[in-house]
């Protein structure tokens, strides 16, 4: 799982133009602890899924969990 969020974000950062800092900054967290939260979706707060989903970034975290994500959601 880890290895396929961690394509996809970098797909998702090419495609939107965007550098791991700049995610980091938006987050408000650390460079680490984005590249942490990465290598272990599950460590991700609510908060941070909304941001990045208004940062138009798609981590397809549906493909690894039951539950069904929609925009309503995040």
């Known amino acids: 799982m880890t290895e ?3 394509r996809v974000f970098n797909t998702e950062l090419k ?3 965007l ?3 700049d995610v980091a900054k ?3 967290i650390s460079y680490p602890s984005l590249k942490a939260k990465i290598d272990n979706p599950d460590r ?3 908060k941070e899924l ?4 208004e940062l138009g970034i798609n981590l397809q975290l549906e493909l690894y969990y039951d539950t069904k994500f929609i925009k309503e959601d995040v």
């Open 4 to 6: 396929n969020v961690n």
């Open 15 to 17: 495609r939107l133009n």
């Open 19 to 21: 550098k791991r800092y």
């Open 26 to 28: 938006e987050l408000g």
């Open 44 to 46: 991700f707060k609510l």
């Open 50 to 53: 909304k941001r990045l989903a």
